[in-house]
C-alpha cells in the first residue's frame, strides 16, 4: 500500500504527472489503431455465434466413460446434423452440442444419447433452442442498449455537461468495440451469457468515467477565472489526482470478476459464468484505460472548442510566454507561479519508477508510469500546490 | 437520486452544519433495525434460503414465444398472453405437476417451469400446443363412463357433474381463471348449481332469451363454478359422476342424423369406447380430438370429465367470435351470464345453426364450445339465434362467467406459440453449478478484502464489514422475494451478486480516497471525514445512478436470462447506496474518533505520513488554491 500510496500523494500534489491530456494524440492513435483492428477482425472473423444464437442443442452429460468419439457419432446419427463433443473438467463430463435441430429431433438426440451412455434421460441435461430465441435475445439486447445510451447521455449532460456527456459515450462505444473485437480476434463464442456481460460493461464503465468526470467537474470550475493553467492542464491534473482512485476502482470492480473467470473456466469448464465474467473482464479493462486515456482528453478537446475557453486558454498561453521572456535571464520561467514552491528534485523523479514498483501497483499503474513525466505542464506543479478542489 | 444535483446541495448545507458530527448513532440503529427485521421477516417467513431458478435447482424450463399473427398484428398482446397463460397453467397442473410456473416475460413470452420430478415429457406437449376453439353441434351425449350413466337429467340436471374425477391434486395451486375444470366433491352431485340452470332454464331459456340479442341459451355451466372442492375426491370418479349435460339423456343414443348410417355408427363406438375418466385418458382424448380437422365429427370429453360428446363439424370456428364478457343480469335475475358477439361472417353461421339445432330433440340441440379437444360448454338452443349477439345463461357465478367470457373471446385467438427454448437440468447439474458460483463469490469476495486490506489496513475493515451488511441485506430480500413476488435465483443472477460486490466496494473505494485525499491536505482525521463525505456522496450517487440507470434498462427491455442478472444487479446498487449513507459514513464517522484512526496509526491506513500529508506545521498556510474557488461545498 504504502508505495501505491505515496505515488497517490504524489500524483495528488502533482509531485509525479502523467501528462496524459497532453499526450492524447497518442492515446488517440493508440486507441483508432485498436477499434480498426476490432473492426477488421470483425469483418474478416466474423463473430463465433453460439448455438444460442443459431438454434440447436445442447447436452450436457454427468460423468461418465464414453468415449468422445462415440458419443459424437450417435449424436450426429440420431440428430442428422455436425455434433461437437467436448469434454468438462476431468472426470468424463462432456458437453454436447448440435446446431439446428428441431425439437422433435433433439428429443430423440437426447434419448439416443441417454441410452448410448447408460444412463435415464432425466440426468442428461438438455438445452434446446429454437432459431428466433437467439435473434430476439439480440434484438433485445441492442434496444437496450439504445435506450440505456440516450438516457445515459441525457443525464450525464444535467449531471455534468453535454461534452462530458459525449465524451462518457464515445469512450462506452470504444469499450464496447474493443470487446467485441477481441471476441472476433480470440474466436471466443458469444452465448447470451456474453450479451450479458457486455451489458454490463454499460454500467461500469460508465462508472469509472463517471468517478474521473467528477473530479474534473471540479477541478474545472472555475477554469475561465484563472490565468495560470489551460483547460488542458487543469484536466491533466484532475486526472492525475483521481488516478489511483481510478486504478483501485477498476481493480476491485475486476477481481471478483476474475474470480468468476476462474471458477467458471477452470472448474467449471465453461458455461454462462464463464461467458459473463469473461466479456465483464474484457470490457472492464478497456473501460479502465478508456475513461482515464479516452474520456477525459476528448472533454478537453471539445472543451477546447468553446470559445470561453479557448480565449481563456489564449490568454494563459500569453501570459506564460510573456513570462517566458521576461524570465529569459533570471532563472525559473516556473518560479512566477509559485516561487520557491518547486521542491521537487529531479532525482526524485528519477526515482520514482522503482520507488513505486509495487505488486499491487503494477495492475493498473503499469501503463501509465510509461507516459511523459517531464513536461512543461507538469514542470509548473509545485508540491505545495493544491490541485484545485481543495479549498 | 435522479437528481443528486439538487439533493446535494441542500444536504451539504445540513451537512455543513451538523459536520463533524452527523448523527451516526441514528443511523446505524436504522441500519441495524433494518437488517433486522430483514432478518426475522426472512426467519417468520420461513423462507430462509432465496429460491432456486430452474438451473441451480434443477428441472425443465420452457420458453415459448408467441408467433405473431398474419392477420392481426395486435394478437400477441398482454391480454392475449395472460390467457394463454392461465390456459397453460391449467393444462400443466392438469399434469399433476406440483408447483410449475407459467408466467409472462417481456410482450411476447411465457416461461414455463417445471421442477424437477415431474413428466416433463408430457409438460411440453401440453405447454406447446395451441388453444382451438370451436362451436360444434353435438350430435350425442354421454356419461363420461358408460356404466355410470344415471339419469342425469332430473334433479341434478347437467352437470353435477363435474366431479370427482378431476384428477386428484391436479390443480392445487390454479388460479381463478382455470375454474375450468373443477373438481368438485363427489357427492354433491347435482344438487345446487346444476339444478337450477339446468332443468327449468331449459325452456325457459328460450323465452328470456329476449334479452341481449335473441340469444340465450342455457347451459350447463354448472361445474365452471365450482372450482376448489377437495382435489382429493374420489379417483375413480366414474361412480360419481352423472352425465352432465343437461337433458341429455341419450348417451350414445341417437345422435347422427346427418351423416350417413355408417358414419354415425362409426361415431358412435368411437364414443362409445371414449374414456373421459381419467386424467391421462382425457387428455388423450382432447389431443386427438384437437387435432380433428374443422370438417370432420369428433368426439370429445367434457373439460371437467363428467359427459363425453359426439360433436359434429365445427359450425363457428372461434375465430368468428369478436367479443364476449361477463356480466351480471339484474334485469331478469339471472345472475351472470356470458354474452357474445359474433363477427359478421360469425353471425350468418351462428344464425344457421342455431336455428337448425334449436328444432332438435334434446341432446343435439345443443352445441359445444370446444377448447383445445375439450368441451368447455355445452348450452342448448331453443331458437334461432341471428343478429350477431347470444347470451349463455345458466349457473355462473362471476368467477366462472368471466372464464367462460375469456375463453370466447381469447381461446381461438391464433395466437401460436413456439418452443424458443427448453433447457433441462438435472438436480446434479443444478448443484453444482451452485456450488461453484458460491465458490467463485467466495473466491471474488476474498480478493477484493485481501486487496482492501493491503491497501487500506485498517479502513479495510470497515469496508469488510460494511460489504458483510449488504450482503446480508441482499440474502434475505432475495429470500423474501422468493415468495413475495416469484424471484427465483438463477445463475446469472448469482452472476450479478458476485459483480456487484466489486460495485459496493468501489462507493468505499471513492469514500475512503477522498478522505485520503483531505488529509493529504493537512487535515486531521475527523475534519477530513466530514469534508469529504459531501464529494464522495455526489461521486457514489452519479455512478450509481447510472449502474442502476443500466440495471433498470436492462430488465425493463431484455428477456430470459438478462433479466436475472439485471435484477440483482439493480437491487444491489440500490443497497449499496443504502449502506454507504447508513452504515459505512456514519461508521467512519465513529471510527474516526478512535484514536487508531486519528492517531494515524501505521496500520490504520490514515497514516497522514504515509499518504504524504505535509507535517503538521505546514498546516494552514499553504498556498491559496490556484483556481479560485468559490467555498466549496465542504
Known amino acids: 500500500m504504502s508505495r501505491l500510496g505515496d505515488l497517490g500523494a504524489r500524483l495528488y500534489r502533482g509531485d509525479v504527472s502523467l501528462d ?22 470483425l469483418l474478416v472473423r466474423g463473430l463465433h455465434m453460439g448455438v444460442e444464437f443459431e438454434g440447436g442443442a445442447v447436452y450436457t452429460t454427468p460423468p461418465n466413460n464414453a468415449s468422445v468419439e462415440d458419443v459424437r457419432d450417435v449424436a450426429e446419427e440420431t440428430s442428422g446434423s455436425a455434433a461437437l463433443v467436448q469434454t468438462l473438467g476431468d472426470d468424463g463430463t462432456m458437453r454436447i452440442q448440435v446446431s439446428g ?17 447408460g444412463i435415464p434421460t432425466e440426468e442428461l441435461n438438455a438445452e434446446v433452442i429454437g432459431p428466433s430465441w437467439g435473434k430476439q435475445i439480440a434484438n433485445r439486447a441492442w434496444q437496450g442498449l439504445a435506450v440505456f445510451m440516450v438516457l445515459v447521455v441525457v443525464y450525464l449532460a444535467i449531471a455534468f455537461e453535454w461534452r462530458m456527456a459525449l465524451a462518457a459515450l464515445i469512450a462506452l462505444i470504444h469499450d464496447l468495440t474493443i470487446t467485441v473485437g477481441v471476441y472476433a480476434l480470440v474466436g471466443f463464442e458469444v452465448t447470451p451469457g456474453t450479451v450479458i456481460g457486455l451489458l454490463t460493461i454499460l454500467g461500469y464503465s460508465l462508472y469509472d468515467t463517471v468517478v474521473v468526470f467528477d473530479g474534473l467537474k471540479e477541478t474545472t470550475r472555475n477554469v475561465t477565472r484563472q490565468s495560470r493553467y489551460t483547460y488542458s492542464e487543469l484536466a491533466n491534473r484532475s486526472l492525475n489526482s483521481t488516478l489511483v482512485r481510478s486504478i483501485n476502482t477498476s481493480v476491485v470492480a475486476l477481481l471478483p470478476v476474475a474470480g468468476l473467470l476462474f471458477i467458471g473456466g477452470g472448474v467449471l469448464g465453461g458455461g454462462m459464468l464463464n461467458d459473463i465474467a469473461l466479456s465483464i473482464f474484457v470490457g472492464l479493462a478497456a473501460g479502465a484505460y478508456s475513461s482515464i486515456m479516452i474520456a477525459t482528453p476528448l472533454v478537453a478537446d471539445f472543451k477546447s472548442r468553446d470559445r470561453e475557453i479557448a480565449a481563456n486558454d489564449r490568454r494563459v498561453l500569453n501570459k506564460r510566454a510573456k513570462r517566458a521572456e521576461a524570465g529569459e535571464s533570471g532563472e525559473d520561467e516556473d518560479g512566477d507561479d509559485e516561487p520557491g514552491a518547486e521542491r521537487r528534485a ?12 509495487d505488486e499491487t501497483a503494477g495492475v493498473g499503474a503499469g501503463g501509465e508510469r510509461r507516459g511523459p513525466r517531464r513536461q512543461p505542464v507538469s514542470r509548473g506543479r509545485g508540491r505545495g500546490r493544491p490541485s484545485g478542489k481543495r479549498r | 437520486m435522479a437528481t443528486p444535483k439538487k439533493d446535494l446541495r441542500s444536504s451539504r448545507k445540513r451537512d455543513v452544519k451538523s459536520r463533524g458530527q452527523g448523527n451516526p448513532g441514528r443511523a446505524l440503529a436504522l441500519i441495524l433495525l433494518m437488517v433486522i427485521a430483514l432478518t426475522a421477516g426472512m426467519f417468520a417467513s420461513g423462507y430462509t434460503t432465496p429460491r432456486l431458478g430452474i438451473d441451480l435447482a434443477g428441472g425443465t424450463s420452457i420458453t415459448l414465444t408467441a408467433r405473431p399473427d398474419a392477420d392481426d398484428a395486435d394478437a400477441v398482446n398482454p391480454t392475449n398472453l395472460n390467457t394463454a397463460v392461465s390456459i397453460i397453467e391449467r393444462r400443466v397442473n392438469g399434469l399433476g405437476v406440483q408447483e410449475a410456473e407459467v408466467q409472462t416475460q417481456g410482450d411476447e413470452n411465457i416461461i414455463v417451469n417445471i421442477p424437477k420430478g415431474t413428466d416433463e415429457q408430457a409438460a411440453r406437449e401440453q405447454v406447446g400446443t395451441t388453444a382451438q376453439l370451436g362451436f360444434r353441434p353435438v350430435l350425442s351425449v354421454g356419461a363420461a363412463t358408460p356404466p355410470a350413466e344415471e339419469g342425469a337429467e332430473d334433479g341434478s340436471g347437467e352437470e353435477g357433474a363435474e366431479d370427482g374425477e378431476e384428477q386428484p391434486g391436479d390443480e392445487p395451486t390454479d388460479e381463478p381463471t382455470d375454474g375450468e375444470e373443477p373438481t368438485d366433491e363427489p357427492t354433491d352431485e347435482a344438487t345446487d348449481d346444476s339444478t337450477e340452470n339446468q332443468s327449468a332454464p331449459a325452456p325457459e331459456a328460450r323465452d328470456d332469451a329476449g334479452g341481449l340479442s335473441p340469444a340465450s341459451y342455457r347451459t350447463d355451466e354448472g361445474d365452471e363454478e365450482q372450482s376448489s372442492d377437495e382435489p382429493a375426491d374420489d379417483a375413480t370418479d366414474e361412480p360419481t359422476e352423472e352425465p352432465s349435460e343437461e337433458q341429455q339423456e341419450g348417451e350414445e343414443g341417437t345422435g347422427d342424423e346427418q351423416d350417413p348410417a355408417a358414419d354415425a355408427a362409426a361415431l358412435q363406438a368411437q364414443l362409445a369406447a371414449l374414456d373421459c375418466t381419467t386424467e391421462g385418458a382425457r387428455l388423450d382424448a382432447s389431443r386427438a380430438a384437437s387435432e380433428a380437422k374443422d370438417e370432420e365429427t369428433v368426439v370429445a370429453c367434457d373439460a371437467d370429465g363428467t359427459a363425453k360428446y359426439a360433436l359434429g363439424p365445427v359450425a363457428v370456428p372461434g375465430t368468428d367470435v369478436k367479443d364476449a364478457s361477463a356480466i351480471y343480469d339484474t334485469q331478469r335475475g339471472q345472475g351472470w351470464i356470458v354474452q357474445m358477439e359474433f363477427t359478421g361472417a360469425g353471425t350468418g353461421k351462428f344464425a344457421d345453426i342455431t336455428q337448425q339445432l334449436s328444432s332438435q330433440p334434446q341432446p343435439q340441440n345443443q352445441f359445444a364450445i370446444a377448447l383445445d379437444g375439450e368441451v368447455v360448454s355445452a348450452p342448448s338452443v331453443s331458437e334461432r339465434l341471428g343478429g350477431g349477439r347470444a347470451e349463455i345463461s345458466g349457473t355462473f357465478d362471476q368467477e366462472s362467467s368471466e372464464e367462460l367470457a375469456n375463453i370466447l373471446k381469447y381461446g381461438a385467438l391464433p395466437l401460436s406459440f413456439e418452443e424458443s427454448s427448453v433447457s433441462t437440468v438435472s438436480p446434479m447439474l443444478g448443484g453444482e453449478q451452485l456450488r461453484a458460483s458460491l465458490i467463485a463469490g467466495g473466491i471474488g ?28 441485506m441482499t440474502y434475505s430480500i432475495m429470500a423474501l422475494l422468493g415468495p413475495a413476488i416469484g424471484f427465483a435465483l438463477n445463475l446469472p443472477a448469482v452472476c450479478g451478486a458476485i459483480v456487484a460486490i466489486g ?37 457514489i450517487l452519479v455512478s450509481d445512478f447510472v449502474s442502476f440507470l443500466a440495471a433498470a434498462v436492462l430488465f425493463v427491455v431484455t428477456v430470459g436470462k438478462v433479466q436475472g442478472f439485471a435484477f440483482t444487479l439493480g437491487l444491489t446498487t440500490a443497497l449499496d447506496v443504502v449502506v454507504v449513507f447508513l452504515f459505512t459514513k456514519p461508521l467512519m464517522t465513529l471510527v474516526a474518533r478512535r484514536k487508531f484512526f486519528y492517531g494515524g496509526h501505521p496500520w490504520s491506513g490514515l497514516d497522514p505520513k504515509r499518504l504524504g500529508a505535509p ?10 488554491p490556484v483556481v479560485p474557488s468559490d467555498p466549496k461545498e465542504a
Do not use: Q
Request: hydrophobic residues 45%; glycine residues 4%.
Open chain 2, 445 to 472: 469476495l476474498a480478493l477484493v478484502v485481501l486487496y482492501m486490506l493491503v491497501y487500506y489496513r485498517g479502513l479495510a475493515v470497515l469496508a469488510i464489514v460494511s460489504l458483510l451488511v449488504s450482503a446480508a
Open chain 1, 346 to 357: 529531479g532525482a526524485d523523479t528519477a526515482d520514482d519508477p522503482d520507488d513505486e514498483r
Open chain 2, 615 to 624: 507535517p503538521p506545521l505546514r498546516r494552514g498556510r499553504r498556498p491559496a
Open chain 1, 20 to 41: 496524459i491530456v497532453g499526450a492524447r494524440k497518442l492515446w488517440y492513435t493508440v486507441s483508432v489503431l485498436i477499434t480498426v483492428l476490432a473492426f477488421a477482425a
Open chain 1, 101 to 117: 435441430l428441431d425439437t422433435e429431433t433433439s428429443n430423440e438426440t437426447r434419448e439416443a444419447l441417454a441410452s448410448e451412455l
Open chain 2, 503 to 539: 460495485i459496493t466496494a468501489d462507493s468505499f473505494i471513492v469514500y475512503f480516497e477522498r478522505i485520503r485525499d483531505e488529509i493529504r491536505e493537512g487535515r486531521s482525521l475527523r475534519p477530513a471525514v466530514e469534508r469529504a463525505w459531501p464529494r464522495a456522496r455526489r461521486t
